[in-house]
Nanobody
Framework: QVQLVESGGGLAQAGGSLRLSCAAS????????MGWFRQAPGKEREFIAT????????YYTDSVKGRFTISRDNIKNTLYLQMNSLKPEDTAVYYC???????????????WGQGTQVTVSS
């Protein structure tokens, strides 16, 4: 099992920035792909970005390209999401997740953190 704990959420103004962290522990070597997702009230969980833990290959959904950056620190076993130029529509609970394989579908990720709230005011 892989345990994931997110932190770094909070309140930001439109145009501002936040950095989310996701600390991973347990059998982290068994998961090669990490992702960030978000879920707004009344909406389905949405893919944001993914990274290959070994190669560093990244992929983003169109709505965050150029504004968000996913990265990882292999030594600290920590995943990050740098969010710049935040918009009110970015307001959601943000989750990190781990998977054996590359995917943008939440159902393909079998380890999830508890989530951290991000609220962007206009």
């Amino acid at each position: 099992q892989v345990q994931l704990v997110e932190s770094g959420g909070g309140l930001a103004q439109a145009g501002g920035s936040l950095r989310l962290s996701c600390a991973a522990s347990g059998r982290t070597f068994s998961r090669s792909v990490m992702g960030w997702f978000r879920q707004a009230p009344g909406k389905e969980r949405e893919f944001i970005a993914t990274i290959n833990w070994i190669t560093g290959y990244t992929y983003y959904t169109d709505s965050v390209k150029g504004r968000f950056t996913i990265s990882r620190d292999n030594i600290k076993n920590t995943l990050y999401l740098q969010m710049n130029s935040l918009k009110p529509e970015d307001t959601a609970v943000y989750y990190c997740a781990a998977s054996y394989h590359y995917s943008t579908r939440p159902r393909d990720y079998d380890n999830w953190g508890q989530g951290t709230q991000v609220t962007v005011s206009s």
